[in-house]
């Protein structure tokens, strides 16, 4: 009965001080509707990451190098069926790899992405069809049946929902495959790309003995009871088993195990998203003390209710349960705001996502305001509502009822530690609002410098088309090799271009493969510690059009053809691993592709950005001529000035001219496949220009309220002194010296907490210093004049007080 009266007592109250209940509900909504859409991606992505049956038992098994402890998720085939044999810790252990394929028959030629799987990667998983089943185990061998299973986007999209879909033939790579499954909407594997399609893995017997080159990605369920740590001393034995019994392929190989969310999170950018959950929860905490300030003052205003009710009979702590109440009152309201203010976040960032990334990323992780999400939100509502609740009410009951009677007009001029906890709550605001916009400034910093590193060419006015032949119809590199000849002399004949070649990748597209190479001449290194490359087959004009450009030597040529010595062009960080203080023109490389080759170096370029790396290291990076080593996966790079739809629509002409019945995939501007990487990045950098924002507002608006509050308790004492002769821009002075001095407190706390958290966050800042002066200068000058600006209306109105009005004030 209390409580009711208590809960209806403060909706009363807060009703009658509208303009009060409206900025602190508003406050709070910003700080907690920020944060709950931020916990809406840790819940998902973090806490929850797995929407699979009993997903903390899912484990990812690595390959590690045991002297550097470089760990890679490829895994050689023949040691996952060892390991698949041996281990007697996982109830299921399954492969798969990514793999594309060639849609054709039922509409125009499409290139899905997909994965070829073990035939209990369903069962690994935990995850069932939505229409049909998966696959059987003698579909997973050489030679069986063809079978397919759909994604439901892919099933929804090609074949319109068709309720007979299952046993249907569809054409893949120029073969016929059986559906026999549609799998839920929401299921994904967001670990190596989003699937359309699932085909059995289906291995020869050359490819489950070979021992030199991992492919495989590897996944296990644990049993019942086997901890991580008991699972990993089982795979770390058998390791030790298959470098002792093929020494020549798996010396310093070993095995270690990450759970899938662990690895999930690697991939999708947790670090992020937690960064940027623990900034929103400074905003959040920035938004409390302000609430904190608005009741201590408008507790003080109250002093004379709060002393007719101690005379008439209530205890403090029936006055503070009263406080705490209408506190907590405000809080659940604004966490209710702050929903719609989740809900418009949640909205912002979906829609910042590429179009081709949007859903996939979404979805994967179930980002939504669920239950879960709810209860977060009102559980900390509640919470800080009562904490931060606590201390205005036991410091506005704290009274000395006889002189609160007293006061004629009603008003009460506060008590010190009131004053004190005002003081102490603005100071507080100000130093985590520096911890904000310096953290937020130095990532921003960051992952601007990251975007806009020099990738090594021009993608301006450059568009991609992606191919990839089907080796059932293009058996031969002749067959390859003939192919895209046709194809570039019909793209190159285009009106609107204005140069094309074609590449086996393309930076920031499909990329990349990877070979181990010798230097002919040099000490062989250690097995074990051979270095790798990234490889692509290029046609000599791919240079030109992404105008890479040439340091040493020459580009390739026509010359360079099937039947001339092999040749190569490298980048200058392979040229600085092998030849540091040499001259690489004229030295030689070897590597193995189908067959072993050595090629003469005749050029060197500048480095290349594959992909968007966090490293800002380049990688080794070798090319080939096209002709000496066609490649049936090749992208076709135009260059022009002409329209983008256009020109698409000529690329794919020129590709169907050839080959009716293949599919061109990707045709888009090479900017926009790197807006696309730099998406996640984009994102955070708005974020932290949200909350860093977000932060400097609430930090004036606490300044704000405490210095209006002050200027309002010392009306008297203004009079006074302005009817003594004080000039007004002396008591102008004083309201701004007061203001100044409390942020002033702030701002050098605020230093020196950021020093601290500056430097936690050194692992993500790539080519800025975690103490840069500019940044701690410039964000300690912004607050300064946030707090000037702040205090400007109180003090002006300090500055106008009548000294007759003033006097009569009481």
């Known amino acids: 009965m209390n409580l009711m009266q208590d809960v209806r007592f403060g909706i009363r109250m807060l009703m009658k001080s509208p303009g009060f209940a409206a900025v602190a509900v508003l406050t709070l909504a910003l700080g907690i509707g920020a944060n709950t859409a931020m916990f809406s991606f840790v819940n998902a992505w973090i806490i929850h990451p797995l929407p699979y049956r009993q997903g903390d038992r899912l484990v990812v098994l690595l390959t590690e190098n045991t002297k550097t402890g470089n760990t890679d998720n490829s895994i050689e085939a023949a040691n996952f069926f060892d390991v698949k044999g041996t281990a007697q810790d996982f109830e299921e252990v399954c492969a798969w790899t990514p793999w594309s394929f ?57 074949y319109a929902g068709d309720p007979h879909i299952l046993g249907r033939s569809i054409q893949l790579g120029g073969e016929s495959y059986t559906v026999v499954g549609v799998m839920p909407a929401k299921f994904q594997l967001p670990l190596t790309g989003a699937a359309e399609i699932w085909v059995p893995l289906a291995l020869s017997d050359q ?149 081709k990334i949007r859903g996939y990323l979404i979805n994967y992780g179930q980002v939504s305001l669920d239950l879960s999400t709810l209860l977060y939100t009102f559980g900390i509502a509640f919470a800080a509502g009562i904490f931060f609740g606590l201390a205005p009410a036991i410091s506005s009951t704290k009274l000395d009822v006889y002189t609160m009677l007293k006061e004629a007009s009603g008003r009460a001029s506060g008590n010190r530690q009131g004053a004190r906890l005002r003081r102490v709550f603005v100071v507080s605001e100000i130093a985590l609002a520096v911890v904000i916009v310096i953290c937020s400034t130095l990532l921003a910093e960051s992952f601007l410098g990251m975007m806009d590193a020099a990738p090594g060419f021009r993608p ?234 977000l932060a400097l507002f609430l930090g004036a608006i606490g300044i704000y309220a405490v210095m209006a509050f002050n200027v309002t308790q010392r009306t008297h004492e203004f009079g006074i002194r302005l009817a003594l002769g004080a000039r007004p821009s002396e008591v102008l002075k004083l309201v701004f010296s007061s203001a100044l001095g409390l942020a002033g407190v702030g701002i050098v706390i605020g230093l020196v907490a950021a020093l601290g958290a500056a430097r936690l966050l050194g692992s993500l800042l790539l080519g800025v210093s975690a103490h840069d002066p500019l940044t701690f200068i410039g964000s300690a000058v912004v607050l300064a004049a946030v707090a000037v600006a702040a205090c400007y209306l109180p003090a002006r109105r300090a500055m106008r007080v009548d000294p007759m009005v003033a006097l009569r004030y009481e």
């Open 102 to 158: 060639n849609l054709t028959g039922d509409g125009p030629p499409e290139r899905v992405q997909g994965y070829r799987v073990g035939w209990n990667f369903f069962e690994t998983l935990g995850a069932a069809p939505a229409l049909g089943r998966t696959f059987s185990p003698q579909e997973d061998q050489p030679g069986a049946g063809h079978v397919a299973i759909l994604s439901r986007g892919l099933w929804e999209t090609r």
């Open 460 to 693: 301006d006015n450059v568009v991609v088309a992606q191919l990839s032949l089907p080796s059932t119809k293009y058996k031969s590199p002749t067959d390859i090799r003939n192919f895209y000849e046709q194809v570039m002399d019909r793209v190159r004949a285009l009106p609107q271009k204005e140069s094309a070649g074609a590449s086996e990748s393309i930076p920031f597209g499909e990329c990349c493969s990877s070979v181990e190479v010798f230097a002919v001449g040099k000490p062989a290194p250690p097995v074990g510690q051979v270095p790798g490359a990234h490889y692509s087959a290029v046609t000599p004009d791919y240079f030109w059009t992404m105008q890479i450009d040439l340091l040493k030597g020459r580009y390739f040529t026509n010359a360079d053809g099937p039947s001339s010595a092999p040749t190569m062009v490298i980048n200058q960080t392979l040229a600085k691993y092998f030849w540091p203080n040499e001259d690489p023109i004229g030295h030689q490389l070897r590597f193995t592709r189908d067959h072993e080759i050595t090629a003469t170096i005749v050029g060197v370029v500048q480095d290349v950005e594959l992909y968007n790396s966090m490293t800002g290291k380049h990688s080794r990076e070798m090319y080939v001529p096209f002709a000496q080593a066609p490649s049936a996966d090749a992208g076709i790079v135009v260059r022009s000035h002409a329209d983008r739809t256009a020109l698409a629509d000529a690329i794919r002409n020129a590709v169907w001219s050839v080959d009716a019945a293949q599919p061109v995939s990707l045709v888009e501007p090479l900017q926009q496949l790197m807006d696309e990487q730099h998406a996640g990045l984009q994102i955070t950098v708005k974020l932290m220009a949200l909350f860093s924002t």
């Open 207 to 355: 490819e489950r003995a070979d021992r030199r080159v991992g492919w495989l990605d590897v996944m296990g369920r644990l049993k019942d009871g086997v901890t991580l740590a008991q699972a990993q001393g089982e795979v770390s034995a058998i390791a030790t088993q298959l470098q002792k019994a093929y020494p020549t392929t798996n010396t310093d190989s070993g095995l270690v195990l990450h759970t899938l969310e662990e690895e999930i999170g690697r991939n999708q950018g947790n670090q992020e998203v937690l960064i940027c959950f623990w900034i929103v929860g400074l905003v959040l905490l920035i938004a409390c003390a302000n609430v904190a300030n608005l009741m201590l003052a408008r507790a003080t205003g109250r002093a004379k209710e709060l002393a007719v009710r101690t005379a008439m009979g209530a205890g403090r702590w029936r006055l503070v349960r009263q406080l705490i109440t209408e506190t907590v009152l405000l809080f659940l309201g604004g966490s209710a705001a702050g929903v719609g203010v989740a809900y418009w976040t949640l909205a912002w960032i979906e829609a910042a996502l590429p179009a």
